[in-house]
């Protein structure tokens, strides 16, 4: 251990007496800390010549932080957190290198771990811990606390914890904490009592030495993403690092790294969890977990492995139904176009769509499409990949490509099913719309997802399918297109000044900036200093009338079915979020990243 050749070197320097190294080790095995930092609180040895002598063991150069001028945009280069962690502070930047203070240069974590969040190589100069902390409260804020040295990773130690001790939450944080191999047990606590996998596996994979730790963990990654409202984890293996990001509204946020040594174990057990070959590390694979936490809240997470260059990569999509808002009125939608699906989804035939990227909410919003419609009187199917929520009184179908049920297969035995509403997740062929086309003709409500940038050009989606033109002039009905921005943090809220220029950039009219005012997130605790809070959709909603569908059969372009759309009075994407900015609900950056203009 380090603790353990610190004390040989500075005995055999003569700088304590043997009664002296002990009396400081009883004192860090009783109270933890580092093992320097003891011998000079008791008054063992002086600063400057533990100093030196530490330099002549690591063979780095000692640097006096009291006497040297750090440039602040130097020190802000590595993130707060990382510097607090491992106690370090970066002094100088030279081209590619980065020259960092540490009080400890044998960690090889640390160094790895600003490297990682810098992209410099790092080259480390020691340190006293006193002008460590001084500098570190300097540029990042006060309230550094001394913290207790993180034991050195063992080969066959898998267990895990925060080098401070300090509670789960502490480990999942914007800065991404280098989490070291210790105890981790002892860091959880009674966090995860209330955790149970429903129908979990046996134990006896690894042997009980490590899979109690790896539980743990893998427990604390799924309870804390639920905590902080993430919708993805995703589980990263690459060269020297093991990291794991939580997607939280809609952005990628690294929460943790961790040695590279447990990733097999780590994966291995999101895949007993998963109900996945634990043997097969060359295909991808899905699978499903579900959690029970406490006596009544159920989480599932659909999982996809995917092999990578130094280890399989996992991803876990968080499905919380209590989560899950059913209510169209709180999507997004403004009036009209709200008043244009809800008549839509009433109507006894013909096709929604709804398109958007990945993550776009489109499920969420054919979800409570129909919610709204469910009542025993009509017989309601679905066809989905995966099912992500069950939902009472709808009859929910898998697919399952290895034994070839797919949409088409799925929406052919629909058909026989006697429904009145069908809902296909996704139409990603010719065959599929073809069949969901035919059941928009004769006599059932079709309602599916496309991935198109915007809800005119999902007309050539399908014609670019095969589909003919007159079959989609008479099926399709309404067409949405949809993204999600996120919400300005309402503890936190505050005016934001724009000059005007920027504004009618943007899309603003002339008479639109009399009385406007932008907001933005200051940043705070309630948001992680983010300064959004939660999600809301930017919706595009165009119903196919006469003069469309006279567009569609003249085979016009996306643009003209655009401009034909925007001059009956369909508002965009880009219009549904200025009109959010002007209701304070997001912010002018938000909507400049997620939509295109319109000129």
């Known amino acids: 251990m380090i603790a353990e050749k610190l004390g040989k070197v500075i005995l055999n320097a003569n700088l304590v007496t043997e009664d002296q190294l002990q009396k400081a080790l009883l004192t860090q095995k009783r109270e933890g800390g580092r093992l320097g930092t003891i011998l000079i609180r008791l008054g063992f040895v002086d600063e400057p010549h533990l100093l030196q002598c530490l330099s002549e063991q690591y063979g780095v150069t000692p640097v006096d932080l009291s006497k040297i001028t750090i440039d602040p945009a130097v020190a802000k280069l590595v993130p707060a957190e990382i510097a607090k962690k491992h106690l370090v502070i970066p002094v100088k930047r030279l081209g590619s290198s980065l020259s960092l203070a540490m009080v400890d240069p044998s960690d090889v974590y640390a160094i790895d771990n600003v490297k990682f969040a810098t992209g410099y190589n790092v080259e480390p100069y020691i340190a006293s811990e006193t002008t460590v902390i001084t500098a570190i409260n300097k540029f990042y804020g006060a309230g550094m606390a001394n913290r207790k040295a993180s034991s050195a990773i063992e080969a066959k130690d898998y267990t895990l914890s925060a080098s401070d001790g300090a509670p789960v939450e502490d480990l999942f944080t914007e800065d991404a904490p280098m989490v070291s191999v210790d105890d981790f047990d002892t860091v959880v606590g009674d966090a995860l009592d209330d955790i149970d996998v429903i129908e979990e596996q046996p134990d006896e994979l690894f042997g009980k030495d490590v899979e109690a730790p790896i539980v743990k963990l893998v427990n604390g990654v799924l309870v804390n993403a639920i905590k902080v409202g993430a919708s993805d984890i995703h589980v990263e293996p690459f060269e020297t690092v093991f990291r794991i990001r939580f997607r939280i509204d809609g952005v990628m946020k690294t929460v943790m790294n961790l040695p590279t040594r447990i990733k097999n174990p780590v994966v291995a057990r999101l895949k007993i969890m998963s109900k996945l070959d634990i043997a097969e590390r060359r295909l991808p694979q899905d699978g499903r977990i579900k ?50 699906f809800q008549q839509a989804i009433v109507s006894p035939y013909g096709m929604v769509l709804v398109t958007g990227p990945t993550g776009s909410g489109k499920t969420t919003t054919l979800y409570s499409a129909l919610s709204t419609i469910n009542t025993q009187e009509i017989n309601i199917m679905t066809a989905e990949d995966p099912v992500e929520y069950n939902l009472l009184g709808i009859n929910q179908v898998q697919m399952k490509d290895s034994i070839g049920l797919n949409f088409a297969a799925a929406l052919r035995s629909f ?32 309602l599916s997802t496309l991935h198109t940038n915007d809800a005119p050009s999902t007309i ?55 009385g406007l005012t932008v907001y933005k997130g200051k940043g705070c605790d309630f948001c992680s200093s983010t300064g959004y809070k939660g999600r809301v959709a930017l919706y595009e909603v165009m119903p196919i009338g006469e003069a469309i569908r006279d567009q569609i059969l003249q085979g016009a372009s996306a643009d003209d079915v655009k401009k034909k759309a925007m001059a009956l009075g369909m508002r965009t994407l880009r219009m549904s979020g200025l009109e959010k900015v002007k209701e304070g609900v997001t912010t002018l950056e938000e909507i400049l990243n997620n939509t295109f203009s319109d000129s």
Not at 416 to 442: C, H, N, S, Y
Not at 467 to 491: D, G, H, Y
Not at 501 to 514: N, P
Request: hydrophobic share 45%; proline share 3%; with cysteine.
């Open 291 to 340: 959690l029970k936490l406490g006596r009544k809240k159920e989480v599932d997470f659909r999982v996809a492995t995917l092999p990578c260059l130094f280890g399989e990569k996992v991803v876990m999509r968080i499905l919380d139904k209590g989560n899950l808002s059913l209510d169209l009125t709180k999507l997004g939608f403004e009036e009209k176009a709200l008043g244009y």
């Open 460 to 514: 050539n989606r399908l014609l670019n399918m095969g589909v003919e033109p007159f079959l989609v002039a008479s099926s399709v009905i309404l067409i949405v297109a949809q993204r999600l921005t996120r919400r300005i943090c309402t503890k936190c809220k505050e005016v934001f000044p724009v000059q005007e220029d920027v504004l009618i950039r943007a899309g603003f009219k002339g008479a639109d900036l009399k």
């Open 415 to 446: 058909l026989r099913q006697d429904p009145d509403v069908v809902m296909v997740g996704e139409i990603r062929d010719f065959e599929t719309a073809e069949i969901g086309v035919k059941a928009a003709l004769t006599g059932h409500l079709v």
